[in-house]
Nanobody, 113 residues
Framework: VQLQASGGGTVQAGGSLRLSCAAS????????MGWYRQAPGSQRELVAS??????NYADSVKGRFTISRDNAKNTVYLQMNNLEPEDTAVYYC?????????WGQGTLVTVSS
């Protein structure tokens, strides 16, 4: 499975961005998908995940970010509102296909103060 992430860019604090991640093959609702991020000098951390049961968010983004998916398009989205400089990072998407984890190439989000 190949994942193509897009939608990153530079935005001022308080602004919004929408990230997309499209899979190269069919993804089922039972396949968990997620977004992670990695800031310079930091470890990669979970931002949000979505499964057929529901969604999960890091405390730092709750109320500001929303993860969603379109199974017909094999795509997962991350709507990011009220962005803060601390959200600056490379954002990666992933999908769990029957225990095998696949990663996208990452898309850079820069939030200026």
């Amino acid at each position: 499975v190949q994942l193509q992430a897009s939608g990153g860019g530079t935005v001022q604090a308080g602004g919004s961005l929408r990230l997309s991640c499209a899979a190269s093959r069919r993804i089922f609702s039972t396949n968990a998908m997620g977004w992670y991020r990695q800031a310079p000098g930091s470890q990669r951390e979970l931002v949000a995940s979505i499964t057929s049961i529901g969604t999960n968010y890091a405390d730092s983004v709750k109320g500001r970010f929303t993860i969603s998916r379109d199974n017909a398009k094999n795509t997962v989205y991350l709507q990011m509102n009220n962005l803060e400089p601390e959200d600056t990072a490379v954002y990666y998407c992933n999908v769990n296909v029957w225990g095998q984890i696949y990663w996208g190439q990452g898309t850079l989000v820069t939030v200026s103060s």
